[in-house]
T-cell receptor, first 114, second 110 residues
Framework: NAGVTQTPKFQVLKTGQSMTLQCAQD?????MSWYRQDPGMGLRLIHY???????DQGEVPNGYNVSRSTTEDFPLRLLSAAPSQTSVYFC?????????????FGQGTRLTVV | KNEVEQSPQNLTAQEGEFITINCSYS?????LHWLQQHPGGGIVSLFM???GKKKHGRLIATINIQEKHSSLHITASHPRDSAVYIC????????????FGQGTILTVHP
């Protein structure tokens, strides 16, 4: 089925550990992005990409790293987890052929850093 | 001031009522999305609009580009409509970033 596949669904990390959240889409969307959702804050953009080899920072990029080696995949790396990174993370994709299309979201990752 | 403002932030209704959620934005856009998120759940796209009006079942979405305003209407609301409704806009530049409103928490009582 077409869509965005995001893994894992849940994760608990210790402070200082690193991990990678995976995001893949099979709709040939150019635009992929990562958001964190915190109570009372809405969805905030961490990093985004408009194509393979192109990434840029959003409003809350510190502590996160991304790469886009293929159109399909856009992993998010936490370099050294901190309790402030406890949040729910969503990956999203859109834009096909340069035209805005329906946005698709991954199922979300609930991350707890202890 | 946020680029995307939604109102109201919280909305309580009785089953069967007509519901309206509003979204105003301050930037040029290429498209506007209405999204739905159930408690503890994922985010689902309801509509994408760049002009005019769209209808899907009991849901209707409209957009006025000149006034930078969109509305989401739910006719004959039902308890299963209880969710957070989020307005998001794609910036007007090429591959414009997706910016979200704060969301509207809708509770529909039987």
């Amino acid at each position: 089925n077409a869509g965005v596949t995001q893994t894992p669904k849940f994760q608990v990390l210790k402070t200082g550990q690193s991990m990678t959240l995976q995001c893949a889409q099979d709709m040939n969307h150019e635009y992929m992005s990562w958001y964190r959702q915190d109570p009372g804050m809405g969805l905030r953009l961490i990093h985004y990409s408009v194509g393979a080899g192109i990434t840029d920072q959003g409003e809350v990029p510190n502590g996160y790293n991304v790469s886009r080696s293929t159109t399909e995949d856009f992993p998010l790396r936490l370099l050294s987890a901190a309790p402030s990174q406890t949040s729910v993370y969503f990956c999203a994709s859109s834009y096909q052929g340069g035209i805005a299309v329906e946005a698709f979201f991954g199922q979300g990752t609930r991350l707890t850093v202890v | 001031k946020n680029e995307v403002e939604q109102s109201p932030q919280n909305l309580t209704a009785q089953e069967g009522e007509f519901i309206t959620i509003n979204c105003s934005y301050s930037v040029g856009i290429s498209a506007l999305h209405w999204l739905q998120q159930h408690p503890g759940g994922g985010i689902v796209s309801l509509f994408m609009l760049s002009s005019g009006k769209k209808k899907h079942g009991r849901l209707i979405a409209t957009i006025n580009i000149q006034e930078k305003h969109s509305s989401l209407h739910i006719t004959a609301s039902h308890p299963r409509d209880s969710a957070v409704y989020i307005c998001a806009v794609h910036g007007g530049t090429s591959y414009g970033k997706l910016t979200f409103g704060q969301g509207t928490i809708l509770t529909v009582h039987p």
